[in-house]
């Protein structure tokens, strides 16, 4: 068995993963365990590629796997798991639930737009569900408070509201859909729990039986919490009960403050709004705030696949500039 892990060539990054990993080879008794370093120009390159091959505006952050695939491929592996798609927001949602149940859906929606910074961090250990929610799902749960469901899910209980509509939408492994089509197309499988007809109740129905509301089990994503009760004996301590954030995972901010920069470069028009200086300005708050720079981003994604024309290859960024 072999086992890669890749670094960023970037001194300004949080944390390297590679000792963890390290840990988990000597745990698992894996001897072949690859180490590459992923490079900043290579990063910048492969944004175009990205988004051209997911179709997905808001991907391009994750231009590295691109990356990480090729060498995988490269070394001669069309197959490899990994742990992408674990994640849940269940016990979250059913939080959700049980708040609603004394505080008027309106009055929540306010709080959580109010509460974006360090009050709703200090709000959580009052009520799990007083934690501002992920920004992928905030527009998600303010379409269902507002009551905007498919009649077919009109009169479920909210916690089974928010199960089933988490369910239709993927929620809980957009991670791993956006991915599948260019690892297809660069011929390489990648195999995920998300994959797994076992994993699908964790992912997103609400396990049983669930952490105590206001225990440190419970200020954990589901995922994470099952797997350290699954991996409790198979991988050290010191990985399972780390303090991680998703940042040590990703490029820094640096890297993707380029990689606007870039974007803006290509569609300098983006900011030409039609309609109120209002809404120019709220566009302009909003990918100030969104980790994507969605606005910036959907720019981008226009000018590959509306005003270009069709083409079997992704564009370099050579070309989009000329």
Sequence with gaps: ??????????????????????????????????????????????????????????????AFMLLAMRHIRDAGFGRYLCGFGIGSHMAYFEEVARLLRWLPAPVLATYWRLAQGRGGELLER??????????????????????????????????DLLRHQSFAHLVSCIDV????????????????????????????????????????AR?????????????????PESVLFRRKSWADAVVSNAWLSAGTRWMRSVVPEYWRVAGPETEARALRRWDARSPQHAVTALAFWNRLFVERPPSPQPPTWGELLA
């Design 126 to 159: 009052l009520h799990p569900a007083l934690a501002v929610p992920n920004q992928r799902l905030r527009h998600f749960l303010l379409n269902l408070l507002s009551g905007a469901v498919d009649e077919t899910f009109r009169g479920m209980p909210t916690a």
């Design 177 to 216: 859909t956006r991915w599948e089509k260019p690892l297809c197309e660069l011929g390489v499988h990648r195999v995920s729990p998300a994959h797994f007809a076992s994993t699908i109740p964790y992912a997103y129905l609400n396990y049983r039986p669930a952490p105590p509301p206001w225990s440190e």
């Design 219 to 235: 200020r954990l994503r589901p995922g994470k919490h099952l797997l350290r009760l699954a991996m409790r004996d198979a991988l």
């Design 1 to 62: 068995m072999t086992a890669f892990t890749y670094e960023f060539d970037d001194p300004r990054h949080r944390q390297s993963e590679t000792p963890f990993a390290a840990e988990v080879c000597r745990k698992l008794g894996i001897r072949d365990h690859r180490i590459f370093r992923i490079g900043f120009d290579r990063f910048l390159a492969a944004i175009p590629e990205t988004v051209w091959r997911a179709e997905s505006f808001v991907h391009w952050p994750k």
